[in-house]
Every structure is written in structure tokens, then in C-alpha cells.
């Protein structure tokens, strides 16, 4: 069974920074995973902001290209989220994801609010 455990989300003034870390457990199959970050804000839609493969190759929303940057840890069964020029819209639930036999799996989502 695949867990997945989001941390590091909390409040930060327009123009700030957060990393958002994911740590993965159960099944042995981190390594070979494609990771996502994803994010729901009120009354919209859970989008896909971030994804990196198994071998690292980074995918980016337009929404978030250029101030988000994606990593994993393959030694640790980490993915990170590292946020800079943080927005107003940026603010929602962040959860990691992952795919593995055809089964989506979520974490618990870490709150991301971007205000002064």
C-alpha cells in the first residue's frame, strides 16, 4: 500500500517563498514513479501544478513555470515542491500524488495560503 504524507505548507506574504516536501512509503516502487504535486483552492477544480519522472524530467503548469521547481530524492523517497514568488492565487491545498497499477494515490494535502 502506497502512503504519502505532505508537510511544510503555512502562511507567507505575497512575494515569499515555501518548500513543500512529500515523503513516500509502503510499496517499493518510489524509484520508478512519476510524482505530482497538485493544488485545490475554494470552489475550484484540483489542478496539476508540477510532475517529475523517474528519471527527472520536470513538467510545469503555466500557472507556476519559472517560480516552482520540483525534486525528488530517490534515496530518501522524497519529492519536493520549492515555491518562490508566491501569489495571492497561488493559495490552496497542495497534495502529492502519485500513479502505480492504474491506482491514483493522494496524500492528505498541506495548506498553502499566500496573504499579507
Known amino acids: 500500500q502506497v502512503q504519502l504524507v505532505e508537510s511544510g505548507g503555512g502562511l507567507v506574504q505575497p512575494g515569499g517563498s515555501l518548500r513543500l516536501s512529500c515523503a513516500a512509503s509502503?510499496?517499493?516502487?518510489?524509484?520508478?514513479?512519476?510524482m505530482d504535486w497538485y493544488r485545490q483552492a475554494p470552489g475550484k477544480e484540483r489542478e496539476l501544478v508540477a510532475s517529475?519522472?523517474?528519471?527527472?524530467?520536470?513538467i510545469y503548469s503555466d500557472s507556476v513555470k519559472d517560480r516552482f521547481f520540483i525534486s525528488r530524492d530517490n534515496a530518501k523517497n522524497t519529492v519536493n515542491l520549492q515555491m518562490s514568488s508566491l501569489k495571492p492565487e497561488d493559495t490552496a491545498v497542495y497534495y502529492c500524488?502519485?500513479?502505480?497499477?492504474?491506482?491514483?494515490?493522494w496524500g492528505q494535502g498541506t495548506q498553502v495560503t499566500v496573504s499579507s
Open positions: 509502503g510499496s517499493n516502487f518510489f524509484s520508478s514513479a512519476r
Open positions: 500524488s502519485t500513479t502505480l497499477f492504474r491506482s491514483k494515490y
Open positions: 517529475i519522472s523517474d528519471s527527472g524530467s520536470e
